[in-house]
Each structure stands twice: as C-alpha cells, then as structure tokens.
C-alpha cells in the first residue's frame, strides 16, 4: 500500500512539472520559428541589395544611390543580428528549462532505480520460492485468496517500476539529445552572430571608404569643372576676337572655297572622323554631383585617326587651349565656325585654306577620362553652340 501511495505522489509530481513546462516551451518554440522566418525574409532582402550594388559597380551610376544601398546594407545586417540576438535568448531560455527537466528527470530515475533495486534485493533474499510458500501457508481459503491477491498486486506495482524506470531513461536519453542539440544551435547562432558583426564592421568600412573618394572625387571633379569653366570662356573670348575680325574685313576677306556653312547643311555633313559618340552634346550629370555643359560632342577613335574637315573653310587658330589640348578652329563664313579638339596633331598651319573632307589633323585625347577621341563643336552666329549630331550625316 505504501509502494502504491510513493508510486501515485511521483506520477502527479511529474504531471504537474510537466503541465508547468509545456506551454512556455510551445510559445518559446514558436517565437523562435517566427524569428527565423524574419530572418531569412531580412537575409533575402540583404541579397537583393547586394545584387543592386554589384549592378551600380557595373556601370555609371550616381554615388548617392551607392551610397544608399550601403547604409540599406547596414541597416538589414543589423536588423539580422537583432534577430540573432533574439534567437539566442529564446535558445538559452529553452537550453536553462531543458537543463532543469533533464536534472529532474535524472532525479526521479535515481530514485525509481533504488526503489527498484530494494524490490530485487527483497526478491532475491525471499528466494525463488518465495510465492510458493506463501500459497502453501494459507489456513483457509479465504487466506488463499487474501494472499494470492496480495502477490497479484505486488506483482502488478513491481511491473509498473520497472516501466516507471524504462520510460525515464528513455527520457532522460531523449532529454540529453535535445540538450545538445540546442546547445549545437546557440553555438551556430553565437558564430552566424560574429560573422554578421563582421559583416556590419566592413560595410561601415565600406561606407567610410566610399565617401571619403567621393570626398576626393568631388574635389577633382571641382577642380576639372572650373578649369574647363576657364578654358571655354577663353574659347569664346578667341572666338569672338575671331567673329570681329571677320566683320571687320567685311567684304575685303576672301569667301571660304565652296561656299561656306549654311542652315542647308544641316543633316549633310560628314563625320570628321568614324566612331561612336563618347559623350553628347548638352548637360550632363557627373557620377559624384557635378553638372558639366558640352557645347560639342565626343567622337571615340583610335590615336593617330585621321581627322577630316567638315566643310570648305580657312585656319583662324592653331593652339593648346589647356582642357581642350591641341585646337583648330575653320571659319566657314556666315558666322560659322568649326572647332576640332583633343588633337595628337594638326596638318594644317594657321590661315591655310582647306577643302571639304581635307585631313587636318589626328586624333589624340588618349589621356582623358573618355581615352582616344576628337572633340567636335560647331558654332554659329554670337559664338552660339550648336548640336553637331543635327548637322552630320545620320547613321544607320
């Protein structure tokens, strides 16, 4: 009777440890799922902006967008080791209740065992003859059912221990499995939480890095900008010395052979030289900020190409105008003029009279920012700047 009392107070204590466990594990179990969900919706998005940033570093881009895309970087890989952090807490939250219902566990197995092992010591100081001798002892028959129930029942509580002690260290077992497996998941979250630090360390290091050349890039481009700022205003200034000059000739001054440029040229000139247009005529935005005005467009083509004039004119001016390096400026009359730039050299001395499609020069500019190409303008009357795509030869 006593056995059957101990028996039923360790069954209800286990239910109500049990029943005490259950429901903080779930909702611990399921706020770690959550979290991992998050955090690899926050680990898809960091890839997208990784791929974004590989395509800006493929191409021209504005910084400020690569910029952004870097603190975006940021800001995901800290939002993952938020997650991270919160990972590990609920794993050593479920790693310390894990811990404690192993220990009890382990507790009542030691327990049942001695209980078991006083039974088997009791059983084997009785001897195998033991049930035998208590039949045969009966005085009655009512003694003889009196003691075949009271073996019958010691029979039953001595098979429910030893199951007691089978199912407790099967848990025990199980219990010491998913200990170490959530101790090989904090581990791996510990490390995955190092790597992302790093991570968070380089792209900082990434950002820093980054706007202090755009710092540098800025201030060159600063530089590039006001020199060239000085140098078209000393071409306008040529130009106009130029534009007086052929006024006050007037009549005296020779027409260009020809004819001269006129608005029925447009769309029939030829190309000074093959090649693809390296930049256009117009505003164009830098990469780090700045606005630069072209007033002529790029032609890109080998060093040393031969450059043709566009139309019958004459050399009004021969010289390196600083940005625009090696320069010949034709008059065509009419108040028109075209300027070819970035010359590795000039085949024509100044006031030399020149036919249509004449070589004048090669082409040079193989230390600029574009490499080889001429650098072509037209202007019209009042040195204004004029669109070179619309007066040459459209290209199929």
Known sequence: MAHSVSRALWAIAGLVILGAGTLPAQETQAELERSRQRLEQ???????????????????????????????????????????????????????????????????????RAVLQRRLSDIY?????????????????????????????????DKALVGDVERLTGRVRA???????????????????????????????????????????TTQTQQRLTALERDEARLNDLLASLERARRAAGANRAAPVGGGLTTADLGRLDWPVDGNVVFQFGRESLPTGGVIIRNGIGIGAPTG??????????????????TYGLTLIVEHGNGYYSLYAQLASAA??????????????????????????????IRGQNQIALDPTAWLRGRR
Request: proline share 2%; charged share 30%; hydrophobic share 35%.
């Open 175 to 217: 219990q010491r499995n998913d200990l170490l497996g959530i101790q090989s998941e904090l581990d791996r979250r510990r490390m995955e939480r190092e790597a992302e630090l790093e991570r968070y360390a380089n792209l900082a290091q990434q950002r820093t890095s980054r706007l202090r050349d755009l710092q540098r890039t």
């Open 125 to 157: 100081k009785r001897g195998p003859l033991y049930t035998f001798q208590v039949l045969l002892a009966a005085e009655s028959f009512g003694d003889l059912l009196t003691r075949y129930k009271y073996l019958y029942l010691t029979s039953r509580q």
């Open 348 to 377: 024509v001395p100044i006031g030399a009279t020149i036919t249509r499609g004449q070589v004048i020069g090669t082409v040079g500019g193989q230390g600029s920012d574009h490499g080889p190409h001429l650098y072509f303008e």
């Open 42 to 112: 926050i680990r898809r998005e960091r890839e997208q902006l990784q791929q974004q940033q590989s395509r800006l570093r493929g191409q021209v881009t504005d910084v400020g967008a690569e910029l952004r895309n870097l603190e975006r970087q940021r800001e995901a890989t800290n939002r993952l080791v938020n997650e991270i952090e919160r990972q590990i807490g609920g794993l050593g939250s479920q790693l310390e209740r894990s811990s404690a219902e192993l220990a009890l566990a382990q507790d009542n197995l030691i327990e049942r």
């Open 305 to 322: 190409t031969a450059v043709k004039a566009v139309e019958a004119g004459s050399i009004v001016l021969r010289q390196n105008l600083g």
